[in-house]
């Protein structure tokens, strides 16, 4: 059992490099961080689900994360309409 936890917590930290390396194209930030959110998903209801806790915050938890990946799409499809792709370095925050 103990190499499932490991397992998802590899993930957790391949997401997290994925984000790191990827932080040019918004809709790959996304992503990296869809997965990391899965992950965390996942070792939370095995965790729960071992030691016989309320899984109620699991379903919170979800909800806070289609939250987070709608506001999230809702950045890009803005960002793209604005300035025609997700390239971070094209335009100037400051500006």
Known sequence: MKIFFLFYIYMFFM?????????????MMLLSMEFMLLSLFILMYYYFLNFSFESYFCMIFLTMGV????????????????HGNDYFNLFNILW
């Open 15 to 27: 997401g997290l490099l994925s984000f790191c390396l990827n932080r040019k194209h918004m809709l």
């Open 67 to 82: 939250c987070e990946s709608a506001l999230g799409l809702s950045l890009l499809v803005f960002m793209i309409r604005t």
